[in-house]
């Protein structure tokens, strides 16, 4: 196989050819006397010169058989281009039973986000080639699902999938999920779920937020691995959600009193799976001056009490709630990230920790989340081993004598959690695992590990394995010749985990 590479003809974009043989080798083809004989075939692959002529046909308007009117503004297109690239298309000029497959000016109506950039679209049918950006993408894989283009729309959802921190940090991140949740890409829906999920926060402080409508929001609300500060922190995001659909109201110049039916529904709506048994009673007690408490006293007076008789004990009333599963979860934490239930373990000059050494966190958490349970603490120490697991060689001393054990590695990266309390009885413990990573040079949680275990004096250590995939956090020092860091290094100098 080789190029000609010498220089081309002025005006004349340089051909590269590439030649293969057919059969045998180096030119020649068996024969029936065993014998070889030369072989003249070639394998020639010149289709970068096919595409721009079919390109050019596009450009310079030659030979078009239709004409798509979008937005007043003319297309001239070939109807074999348009039916080779959707299938919507294929029925509608194809198909008799269609008016526009006897006409050669067909007039589509477009949202105006789709008017702007239908050229480009029709283009891409030519040319194979489209510039995706943060402005363009949701009209491009509107235009794409509307009209069938496969080949688009799997461009589209990559794209997307690859730079969901970045929609976020736009105020996009809502907008993408409920759109794509809508129209079954799930792929994207899903990457924007956990996002959204994980990284609540930052997307209830922009103002995409407000986009979201009721239904995904409380759904969002139901999430046990809703990662969030602490439970009020949630109620005042939702808060400020509510006083943003009241302002949205008031300009669309809705009746007052539809207005505060409207309202009133919505704040009994979503503030039902806030779990205040998962407040404090300081912070239950707060909420007595708040002004949307006090709007809605009787509402709110009845969930906090509900707050207060976990709080105080009262299991008669809490067996109420616990009959079905909504009323199970208002008593289930979520992911708080305040420090009386978390802390952080940070790596740093990941790239010359050494393969099987271990860092490691003493920390300490309250032993239950109810008032009635006092001020006792459980201690932990965690153990982070994230170039995996090695056993040497040993001896185990058995009642016949000794026994080797053979050397073991393990490729994981784990996490290692110890109860240093020695009870009698069993601690159940709710475990999550928050590991922040990098898209777009944007910081935020990517992957979250949950675990739900019964911790006791004869059982007081807990094993998590493939906290992160292996290969994907050590593959610079596996293999010498890949530079590029993993996702999951963070800092200046991408150096930190």
């Not at 072989?39 to 450009?59: C, E, F, P, R």
């Not at 991140?173 to 794509?180: E, F, G, P």
């Not at 990284?199 to 922009?206: D, H, I, L, M, Y």
């Not at 509402?299 to 008789?309: D, K, P, Q, T, V």
Request: aromatic letters at 10%.
């Amino acid at each position: 196989m080789f190029r000609p590479s010498g220089p081309s003809s002025p005006g004349v974009n340089r051909a590269h050819f590439f030649y293969s043989t057919m059969e045998g080798e180096e030119g020649e083809s068996p024969r029936k006397d065993g014998k070889r004989k030369a072989s003249s075939d070639v394998q020639i692959d010149n289709s970068q010169h096919v595409l721009v002529k079919i390109a050019t046909l596009y450009a310079e308007r030659l030979m078009n058989d239709i004409c798509l009117v979008v937005g007043g503004v003319e297309y001239p297109a070939h109807r074999l281009i348009l039916c080779a690239s959707s299938e919507v298309f294929q029925v509608m000029l194809m198909n008799p039973q269609w008016s526009e497959s006897h006409e050669s000016r067909v007039v589509l109506k477009e949202t105006p986000a789709c008017v702007e950039i239908f050229g480009e679209f029709i283009k891409y049918f030519y040319t194979g080639k489209i510039k995706i950006n943060q402005e363009i993408i949701t009209p491009l894989l509107a235009l794409a699902d509307k009209y069938n283009v496969k080949d688009l729309i799997d461009l589209c959802v990559e794209y997307m999938c690859n730079h969901i921190a970045l929609a976020a940090s736009n105020n996009q991140l809502v907008t993408w999920y409920q759109y794509t949740l809508s129209l079954g890409h799930n792929v994207v829906a899903l990457a924007c779920q956990d996002f959204l999920k994980w990284n609540f926060e930052t997307v209830a402080k922009g103002r995409d937020f407000g986009n979201c409508n009721q239904e995904i929001l409380s759904r969002l609300l139901q999430w046990n691995d809703l990662v969030v500060t602490n439970e009020i922190t949630l109620f005042h995001f939702i808060e400020s959600w509510l006083e943003y659909q009241q302002q949205a109201l008031l300009e669309e110049g809705v009746d007052s009193d539809v207005m505060e039916s409207y309202l009133e529904t919505l704040v009994y709506e979503v503030m039902s799976h806030v779990r205040f048994p998962m407040m404090s009673p300081r912070q239950l007690a707060e909420l007595l001056v708040n002004p949307l408490t006090k709007k809605y006293k009787e509402f709110f007076i009845e969930r906090m009490a509900i707050g207060m008789s976990f709080h105080n004990n009262q299991q008669d009333r809490i067996e109420q709630f616990l009959k079905d599963d909504n009323g199970r979860l208002l008593f289930t934490p979520r992911l708080y990230t305040s420090e009386t239930f978390c802390s952080t373990l940070t790596i740093d000059n990941f790239t010359q920790f050494s393969f099987y050494q271990t860092r490691s966190l003493i920390s300490s958490s309250p032993s239950g989340l109810a008032e009635h349970l006092g001020d006792k603490y459980c201690d932990w120490v965690v153990d982070f081993s994230p170039r995996g697991v090695w056993f040497p060689k040993s001896l185990l001393i058995v009642w016949r004598g000794t026994v080797e054990v053979p050397e073991s590695v393990l490729g994981t990266v784990r996490v290692s959690i110890t109860c240093k309390d020695e009870t009698e009885e069993y601690i159940r413990v709710k475990i999550g695992l928050l590991v922040v990573g990098l898209q777009d040079g944007i910081e935020h949680i990517i992957r979250v590990v949950q675990k739900i275990f019964y911790f006791n004096k004869d059982d007081r250590l807990l094993n998590i394995d493939h906290v992160i995939p292996f290969e994907e956090l050590n593959h610079s020092a596996i293999d010498k010749d890949q530079h590029k860091p993993s996702r999951y290094h963070l800092g200046p100098n991408l150096d930190t985990l």
